[in-house]
């Protein structure tokens, strides 16, 4: 294997990684996202029920 054939081995794994890294960026705008939408509905629940005066 020549250099250059290392470098381009080199390029197309980190095209990989980034590809990757990418999909799991998405993934994590997803889970906040669901977790934010669950967190609101929670608040909006709590805020209907009848409250206990302290």
Known sequence: M???EK???IMEMMK???AQLD???EQLDYVVARLNHM???AHA???K???WPK
């Open 2 to 4: 020549t250099q250059e």
């Open 49 to 51: 029920q009848p409250a």
């Open 45 to 47: 629940e709590r805020e």
């Open 39 to 41: 967190r609101d509905k």
């Open 23 to 25: 999909k799991q960026d």
């Open 16 to 18: 990989e990684m980034k």
């Open 7 to 9: 470098v381009d081995a």
